[in-house]
């Protein structure tokens, strides 16, 4: 009858329509992961190249300290006692050791999270199922950075609020709270999209829940 035919044609138009939608749905998610790893990709890159040549060329970075720190105590010259007790706290040797130090943590941590953010890329690149596990890693790390970073905070400042109450006090843990809270927020709805390229992750038949028929074709339409 012309309404059976009707009413088939206009499901196999919302299944492809349905279809369609989820396919665009699944390319902007891979897009904007994409779009995430090569972001963080590159500036851990920077950080490992600014990290590896201060390295490098230790004698400028000594010179530069050692400049720096007769600066200020040239412009402390005013107060002896203030000068005699900070030389006698810090010295140049102290400023260059925890500097080098500084700069070996970052390092490695870029250079971790570099490596993270390139199993990332190949993850979401390549078509195989097995391959999201290479996404995992990054995720993983991301999680642990963003509550170590920015829920710790909130935490130490919470804590120290309870010592020492004052009204100022409390206003300042306010506004700690609020931009820690509100970067927390920021990086992970980050983390939500490559979790969501994560659990999509699939190839071949195995992306498809069902294959819906055309009854008034023969096409076929897969349907997500």
């Not at 699944?26 to 963080?40: C, M, P």
């Not at 995992?136 to 509550?147: D, F, Q, R």
């Amino acid at each position: 009858p012309k309404q059976v035919r009707l009413k088939l044609k206009l499901t196999s138009h919302s299944v492809e329509e349905k279809c369609l939608s989820d396919m665009e749905n699944h390319r902007n998610s891979e897009r904007s992961a994409l779009f995430i790893g090569t972001r963080s990709a590159l500036i851990h890159l920077l950080v490992m190249t600014v990290c590896s040549s201060l390295l490098e060329d230790g004698l400028c970075v000594e010179t530069h300290v050692s400049d720096t720190y007769d600066w200020a105590t040239g412009c402390l010259q005013k107060y002896p006692g203030l000068v005699e007790d900070i030389q006698r706290l810090v010295s140049k040797e102290d400023i260059h050791s925890v500097l080098d130090l500084i700069l070996h943590l970052l390092l490695v941590s870029s250079t971790a999270f570099f490596l993270c953010d390139l199993m990332m890329l190949s993850g979401v690149i390549l078509n195989s199922v097995h391959a999201k596990w290479l996404i995992l890693p990054w995720i993983c790390v991301n999680i642990i950075y963003n509550v170590f970073f920015f829920i710790l905070p909130i935490i130490i400042a919470s804590s120290i609020s309870i010592f020492f109450f004052t009204w100022r006090l409390l206003i300042l843990i306010c506004i700690v709270i609020a931009v820690f809270m509100n970067k927390f927020i920021i990086n992970w709805a980050v983390i939500e999209v490559v979790i969501k390229q994560f659990s999509e992750k699939k190839t071949g038949l195995k992306s498809w829940k069902t294959i819906a028929p055309d009854l008034t074709s023969d096409r076929v339409c897969l349907v997500a």
